[in-house]
């Protein structure tokens, strides 16, 4: 059996799988919120505004994210054909990426929340935190699976 440069110890065999979930998490997410919204009955509900926001905070995160799941698919394949020094780099640099931009998805939100209501057209569908809280789970999710990730890779690296 030939082993890549780099490649650690062998029983690593659902990195490439978890590094997978995490990077399609927020999209499954996503899909959750939205089919959603119509059980909860749209903009008619509390619940359904809260739904309404978590679904285009989903969707404007998922702008940043979507490059970044590649690089953490692209990782996951260099996982799987047993390159690790590539795959935990692509790996490495997907999650931290996307733990960046769900931290500050969620702090703008929550700021959002939080700030003064400057003028009565702005858009604010949500005035409670707790509500804003609920609509950013997704994001909050998000970036623990990807902390996660980079957790479990650099104790990979250092077995």
Not at 19 to 47: C, F, M, N, R
Request: aromatic content about 6%; glycine content about 8%; charged content about 10%.
């Amino acid at each position: 059996m030939s082993e890549h440069v780099g490649a650690p110890t062998t029983g690593w065999f659902g990195d490439p799988i978890r590094v997978v979930l995490v990077a399609l998490l927020p999209l499954a997410l996503l899909l959750a919120t939205s089919l959603a919204e119509p059980i909860a009955d749209g903009s008619a509900t509390k619940a359904g505004k809260t739904l309404i926001l978590s679904s285009f905070v989903g969707v404007a995160t998922q702008l940043a994210l979507a490059p970044l799941t590649i690089a953490s698919l692209i990782g996951a394949v260099a996982l799987v054909r047993n390159n690790f020094r590539t795959g935990a780099w692509f790996a490495r640099v997907g999650s931290t990426a996307a733990t960046l931009v769900c931290v500050l998805v969620v702090l703008g939100s929550v700021a959002s929340a939080l700030g003064p209501n400057s003028s009565r057209y702005e858009w604010k569908p949500l005035y409670s935190l707790p509500a804003t809280l609920l609509a950013v789970t997704p994001q909050i999710l998000t970036g623990i699976a990807n902390v996660y990730i980079l957790v479990r890779l650099s104790r990979r690296s250092r077995a």
